[in-house]
């Protein structure tokens, strides 16, 4: 039995266990508030600078990043031994701050001369400040992002160096090292690139807007409304973490913070109900993971596709409805049917709040969120919607005295949004990098070519092999990162064999966004493994297993951009949405090998292939796959009905 104060979980714990998760420092004493007057002193600047100040693009992306830098080595330890409450950083850490001070100092003092009086050309010492910017930058990203990206970012670097020495076409002539540092760290196409302007804009100011919400007591409220929709139902519990996971997804971009956020509260009441450690786990990190995919707020990376692609966030929004429903839909099917399967039951009524209540009490603090939404469609900049949401946060708290923020509390915001985007915005500058030496070597040209070679002019053969390039690329690494990434190498080869941008793109997003649940290094799955006390390798492959749709819906989208709600009429996306929702449940029924009873085989065949097929558009194939479903559901309602009747029979008989 679940009692009261296992569902109000205190959100100063659930920020304590992320900060534990992601090993990082807090400060006491003299310093400590130091490191809170630089929070509020960096947020004022950005909040400044996103809406009334002017400055030059590389050097308002340096001061993003040399306050990156700054809270780098100011809260994450060079060692482990060094994590905890601590009154001063270590001298190791004092230098790291020094330098990158001098480093983005010396950047922001010269830059005008560099590129009025001296036409790009860098002096000897130029390149020597260039040379430890990176050094700094490569010791910031191992401490914070971990040696995933860092190990990546420093084969690139390499890459631009020894490519000389490769033989075949891989190989290339080979870059001095002046070039390489000058369009690194000089030029605006690596570290001050795209990536890193986008952390310096749409990324600050959404992690700081989902730090407000959440510390308002938005997040409490979610998890105890998602308890009252779907508490009483069979497997309530984890059809808890489905509802809580995807309403905190909206306005979280990290898959690992919603497993903390919420898995500390869901993965230990699915447990009690009855659910493995393995399948509490998965269903946590797979709901978690859906939120880098659900509309409004789906993560950086939507915002870095939209600057990409030149085209308004509300577009991003529109085309992810479908295939978050889906992937939503499928994940709550297969909980409901594995809980049928398992005879499980919801939580007992005692234990489940009142709705009325629940949004009588809490309901005002979805005033920010609804008002991101009404601002978005009705033509505001994502930038300004999502500071005016933001700043509506206290006052919307305000409205009841129970969830008012005080002082203490909206610094503690701050602080917290600070926190949320040094681990986005280091990933954003490093995988410049990355993005430089690409563009610089040809080889993202390289290897898009060598994959159309291969596959000839099958889209289909494509597509799965910047899948397998995505997955792989996308080990280890964070989202956002990881989106970047694939979309330079995968998104030209899906555009060359005719598949519509945004559709490559949303491609080149889900793959990046699911690395986040796939073996051997699933970074949701190790963090509710870590909560449900199970293996990370058995969580990491039932996540792939809970998650399948996510995996599936891509390739459709790319073939039929109707799901993405673009390329069709009103009609054709009603079509596509409602027989897409069919096979989400055809699906989810048949890998779980239940419907109304337990499946045959046959029967699950069936059921997985009429819903594979009914998330494609094609009207033949889809009358054919809705008759196989129907023919499958009749089967079990006779079946149950005879049951039913013999059952009685007996009941009366005896």
Not at 355 to 376: C, D, F, N, T
Request: aromatic letters at 10%.
């Amino acid at each position: 039995m679940v009692t009261k104060n296992e569902l109000n979980v205190d959100v100063q714990q659930l920020v304590e266990v992320e900060e534990k998760s992601l090993h990082s420092r807090k400060y006491v004493g003299v310093f400590g508030k130091i490191v809170v007057l630089l929070a509020v002193v960096w947020t004022i600047f950005q909040l400044y600078m996103n809406t009334f100040g002017i400055m030059d693009a590389v050097k308002f992306r340096a001061w993003h990043l040399g306050f990156l830098l700054l809270f780098s080595f100011i809260f994450y330890p060079a060692t482990k031994r060094s994590v905890g409450t601590r009154k001063l950083p270590t001298i190791a850490d004092i230098v790291c701050i020094v330098l990158s001070i001098f480093v983005i100092s010396y950047l922001l003092i010269t830059y005008d001369v560099f590129v009025r009086d001296r036409a790009g050309e860098n002096t000897t010492f130029d390149i020597y400040v260039g040379i430890l910017a990176l050094i700094l930058l490569f010791e910031a990203s191992r401490r914070v992002v971990g040696m995933g990206l860092t190990l990546i970012a420093l084969f690139f670097l390499l890459y631009n160096f020894f490519g000389a020495y490769i033989p075949g076409l891989l190989g290339h002539y080979g870059f001095s090292i002046e070039r390489v540092v000058n369009l690194m760290y000089w030029g605006g196409q690596g570290i001050f690139g795209t990536a890193l302007g986008v952390s310096a804009t749409y990324i600050f100011v959404f992690v700081l807007f989902g730090a407000f919400l959440k510390n308002s007591g938005f997040s409490d409220f979610i998890n105890v409304l998602a308890l009252t929709i779907a508490g009483r139902t069979a497997g309530g519990p984890a059809k808890v973490a489905v509802f809580a996971s995807a309403l905190m997804g909206t306005v979280s971009g990290s898959a690992v913070s919603n497993v903390v956020t919420t898995g500390t509260v869901t993965i230990p009441m699915m447990k009690k109900a009855g659910y493995s450690k393995k399948f509490a786990g998965a269903v946590e990190a797979v709901a978690s993971t859906g939120g880098l995919i659900a509309p409004p707020v789906m993560g950086a990376a939507a915002f870095i596709m939209a600057e990409y692609m030149g085209v308004s966030y509300s577009i991003i929004i529109l085309a992810g409805i479908i295939p978050a429903i889906l992937y939503y839909l499928t994940l709550f099917m297969m909980v409901h049917f594995e809980a049928k399967k398992m005879g499980l039951s919801g939580i007992s009524k005692e234990n489940i709040p009142n709705a009325k209540k629940v949004l009588k009490e809490g309901g005002h603090l979805s005033i920010p969120l609804m008002l991101l939404l009404i601002l978005l469609f009705t033509g505001f900049s994502p930038l300004y919607a999502a500071i005016i949401s933001m700043l509506s946060v206290v006052p919307a708290a305000a409205i009841r005295k129970s969830t008012r923020m005080g002082l203490s509390a909206i610094i503690d915001s701050i602080v917290e949004g600070v926190k949320g985007t040094i681990s986005v915005g280091i990933a954003c500058a490093i995988v410049g990098i990355v993005i430089a030496t690409i563009t610089l070597t040809s080889v993202g040209l390289i290897i898009g070519n060598n994959v159309i070679s291969f596959a000839g002019e099958s889209v289909l053969m494509a597509a799965l092999l910047t899948a397998l390039i995505s997955i792989v690329l996308g080990m280890g690494v964070p989202a956002t990162a990881a989106y970047i990434i694939v979309a330079t190498i995968s998104v030209p080869i899906l555009a060359q064999l005719g598949v519509v941008p945004i559709a490559a793109h949303m491609f080149a997003f889900y793959f990046a966004a699911l690395s986040s649940i796939t073996p051997p290094v699933a970074l949701a799955a190790y963090a509710a493994a870590g909560i449900a006390g199970e293996s990370p390798n058995k969580v990491g492959m039932e996540s792939v297993r809970l998650g399948l749709m996510g995996f599936i819906v891509p390739f459709f989208f790319i073939f039929n951009p109707t799901l993405l709600l673009t390329g069709g009429t009103v009609g054709e996306y009603i079509f596509a949405g409602a027989t897409a929702i069919i096979g989400g449940i055809a699906l989810a029924a048949g890998l779980k090998g239940y419907l109304i009873r337990q499946t045959f085989l046959a029967e699950r065949i069936l059921l997985l292939a009429a819903g594979i097929c009914l998330i494609d558009t094609n009207l033949i194939i889809n009358a054919i796959s809705l008759l196989a479903v129907g023919g499958v559901l009749m089967s079990h309602l006779l079946i149950k009905s005879k049951t039913v009747e013999i059952e009685e029979k007996t009941s009366i008989a005896e």
